[in-house]
């Protein structure tokens, strides 16, 4: 086995350059040292925001200020602790700004409440001062939230609550991360090993039907012992948001939940109806499977193991690189031109080393460059998601360059577009680049898969939580049984005939993390909806389709998402975006139905 290297060992140019943040620990730390005076300089202005339009814009520049200053020193502490995540002194650091953050949430949590409670008149006489007008966006959204704010004495009592309120959803994660083990079970050589959250995905990409069998029942028989402690915690955490959109006057749990991006729930349930047009598709694309993978009749375990199972391709960072620079050459010579700087001036920490955290993400801060972490290691994989998060780094970038810091923070809503528009980009670049029929069969499986998993399945999760939620909201208790039953009829609608599925699916409500996010997963769904009809604009219509692409990356927050995404060119509040996402899914299928 070979050994990792120490970050410290690698190659500097594999590295990303933190000294670009901070040229030694001491500007750091003075930096540490000097939030205190910003955060006495905020809080100067408490009591005083109703005394006139200047003040308050004073106010937000003075919190913009803070957490600028404040999120540049997180950023370097996290992204320093990651490198390599057993380094003490750098956890310490980590450990110091985090508090410090929470310390001065706390400190400064006195604004919202005391804009809530300015009155009517002087909120009108503000919105229209000159003075104020770049906040203006800010300020109408605080009013929005007003609407649903309660009496100081009612918000101090749910304030004080809150933990307790959170504790159904703490005893899932600690059962399910810290207390839940799964039994050993034989892997494809005969050898036992203990199955985890982690390698069970491994285990369903399996070409073996038996281990991948055996792993699926193994993880639900498991999960099955705990059905009625899983029922219980989802029924806690269920219940705590239908009474969170009951006090504050929201007609639905759903509603409330949207309601801080602005959504109408007609997107929501836009997104579903046009889903369930487009499960013909689904079931196309599984009989495929089916007959490339000489099954009689597909199972639940038969939906990830790759089609062409022994394909490996090797790519080095340089060709990967590469690729991607030519795969986004459709996003013109400016997005070029900054792609070069991510790779010249060391955005990227490419290798796997000891210690280092792992996975891959993009991050930064509006005042450093977006940084990327990847455990790059060489495979057609890898290179995706090298453009996936190039794509993140890249609208931070245009986001941070074109926005002031108050409004540079895209929203969770459209974080995906960007991301998943480059993985489009790169898939219709790589397919022309070699007509081997193993090379196409993979990429066409890889996006296909990706489109099931982001499209279809997110949305199935998306349709069980709504229906979930309006048990709740009926009094209805969730029990295990329900639960069960529940799921599986809706499991049955979405893979339809095509799939004999074992009974045990059930309980797979019970291992979805996402189901105490409230109403979270939709937005994978439209996400990527919206960036397969965004790389078909950019590819199909030149300019055109680029500038409006561009606009978006350029917007930050600076206006509603809704807007946002139908200035780029989709309109998320029709079905239209999803019916062609799948159409293109669709499109593929066949084509991967031509290489088999
Ligand atoms: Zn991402």
Known sequence: MSVLPLHSELPINETWDLNLLYADINDWENDFN??????????SYRGKLAQSPEVLAEAFQKSDKLYRHAEKIYCYAHLKADENTADSKNRARLGMIESKFAEISGSTSWFEPEF????????????NSEKLAFYRKSIEELLRERAHVLSEKEERLLGLGSDAMNSAGKIFST???????????????KHKTELTHGNYIRFMESGNRTVRKRAFTTMFDTYKKYRNTMAATLDGTVKRHVFNAKIRNFPSALEASLFSDNIPVSVYNNLIGAVHDKLPHLHHYLKIRQKALKIRKMDMFDIYNPLVPNYRKEVNFEQAAE???????????????????????????????????????????????????????????????????????????????????HYANYSIFVAEVASTTNEILLHEYLMKQNSDSDWQTYLLCHLADGIRG??????????????????GEKSVTLTADQLCQDYYKLNQKYFGTVINADRRIEMEWARIPHFYYNFYVYKYATGMSAAIRLSQNILEQGNDGLQPYLGFLRAGDSKDVLDIMKDAGVDLTTPEPIHAALDKFAETVCELETKL
């Open 34 to 43: 000097s939030l205190e005076s910003l955060v006495t300089e905020f809080n």
């Open 323 to 405: 690729w991607v620079k030519a795969a986004l050459l459709p996003l013109g010579n400016e997005y070029q031109s900054i792609l070069e700087k991510a790779f010249n001036d060391r955005w990227i920490d490419i290798r796997e080393c000891k210690g280092k955290r792992s996975g891959a993400y993009s991050s930064g801060c509006y005042d450093s460059v977006p940084y990327i972490l990847l455990n790059y290691n060489n495979t057609l994989n890898d290179v995706f998601t090298l453009a996936h998060e190039l794509g993140h780094s890249m609208h931070s970038y245009y986001s941070n360059h074109a926005q002031d810091y």
């Open 175 to 189: 059962l399910n991360n810290a207390d839940l083990t799964f039994p050993e079970i034989n892997d494809e050589d």
């Open 454 to 471: 982001t499209i279809y399945r997110q949305t199935m999760f998306a349709e069980f939580e709504k229906h979930i939620h309006e048990l």
């Open 116 to 127: 809530m409670s300015i009155n009517e008149q002087t909120i009108t006489y503000f919105l």
